[in-house]
């Protein structure tokens, strides 16, 4: 959503909303964890799967930002 047509505010914009949408799922992880629905390996897995993904993001927010 949002990359193929936009200007680089809504591009910036999109980014945000992914950042903060990483924030949400790592409590479901660790909620889920904690409940038992995910093993500690799984959780760990997935945890370190979604930081990598979250570095990646504002990396890139913060490329989007500088041509801004």
């Known amino acids: 959503e949002g990359f193929a047509v936009g200007s680089d505010r ?11 949408a990483t924030g949400q799922l790592e409590y479901q992880l660790l909620l889920s964890a904690d409940l038992g629905y995910l093993d500690e390996v799984t959780y760990e897995e997935l945890n370190t799967e979604l930081l990598d993904l979250r570095r990646h993001l504002v990396t890139h927010l913060v490329k989007v930002k500088t041509l801004r």
């Open 10 to 20: 809504e591009q910036w914009q999109l980014l945000q909303n992914a950042v903060g």
